[in-house]
């Protein structure tokens, strides 16, 4: 028996099965899902950050992707305050965020200033549950890159 072995798991207690482990992972990740579901969140709060660690965030313009979250963590993060920012610079437009994670999916469209209101929501990647259809005009094109406009307020989020 490894070094690891001996003090992971001790002679008295039986190592857990492969299966037992994904099960309780599985029963975790369905746990998590159906109380977000539970708990709706029907505006987007200004200082949540537009990202979901593993999965696809992004901001949208008209359907084309202004900010996409970097998995590689490369680029600065950005706040929903830095988006509201600029959709205040480019009025005119219908202004998405897009929040794919694993557990849960989130869609929400600016509808007035500093409001961002869900319009869409479903399981997440994990979950083999059909999401439906997009209400409004909102989906993001991930090919479609728009320059986002460089502020020297966008930093501190203030309304």
Not at 95 to 120: A, D
Request: proline share 5%.
């Amino acid at each position: 028996m490894s070094y690891h072995q001996e003090h992971l798991f001790p002679a008295k207690q039986s190592t857990p099965s492969r299966f037992n482990c994904e099960q309780a992972a599985i029963e975790v990740v369905e746990r998590t899902r159906q109380a977000w579901l539970a708990a709706p969140q029907e505006f987007l709060s200004l200082e949540e950050i537009i990202g979901v660690g593993i999965g696809f965030a992004a901001l949208t313009r008209n359907g084309r992707v202004v900010y996409e979250e970097d998995c590689d963590g490369k680029e600065k993060r950005i706040k929903v305050c830095e988006a509201e920012q600029m959709a205040r610079q480019s009025t005119g437009h219908d202004w998405c965020v897009h929040l794919v994670g694993l557990v849960e999916e989130r869609h929400y469209k600016r509808i007035g200033k500093s409001l961002w209101k869900l319009y869409k929501r479903g399981p997440g990647l994990l979950s083999t549950v059909p999401t439906g259809k997009a209400e409004t005009g909102c989906a993001a094109t991930p090919n479609a890159r728009l320059k986002a406009p460089q502020s020297d307020t966008a930093a501190n989020c203030s309304p």
